[in-house]
């Protein structure tokens, strides 16, 4: 199983999320620490290569989690939101500068000690 890293705000923005929504999150993060895929996805490249969205959607809204699982050993959670516009989130999420940037140092430290 891979272990979870959250960068940035996300871990605190997921805990923001409705009980049912969070719930459904947590079982979708656990199918991917799991090298399975979500029930409900998205490939985000215009965000970056192997950057994914998991899709929920619960009578409260619509929910978001973007993370990247292309490590061997660990999963970057990079963002959790409401989505609240029909645009496509490519359009709509503004990436925070912060925690783009700490997973890029991950992401270097991971190409150089396999973790």
């Given at each position: 199983?891979k272990?979870i890293k ?8 997921l805990k923001a999320f409705?009980?049912?929504a969070k719930r459904e999150a947590g079982f979708q993060l656990?199918k991917?620490?799991?090298?399975l895929e ?8 215009s965000?970056g290569?192997?950057v994914?969205?998991?899709r ?10 973007i ?6 050993q660990?999963?970057f ?9 029909k645009k496509?989130v ?7 500068k ?7 140092r991950?992401k270097n430290?991971?190409q150089?000690?396999?973790?």
């Open positions: 199983m272990k959250f960068v940035g705000h996300s871990l605190h923005d409705p009980l049912e656990d991917v620490q799991n090298g979500p029930s409900d996805f998205k490939t985000m490249k965000i290569a192997g994914q969205e998991i929920i959607r619960e009578s409260s809204g619509i929910y978001r989690v993370y990247v699982a292309k490590f061997a660990t999963v959670v990079l963002h959790a939101f409401q989505k609240k516009t496509p490519s359009l709509t999420w503004q990436q925070p912060e925690p783009i940037n700490k997973w890029k991950h430290y991971e150089h000690t396999n973790i």
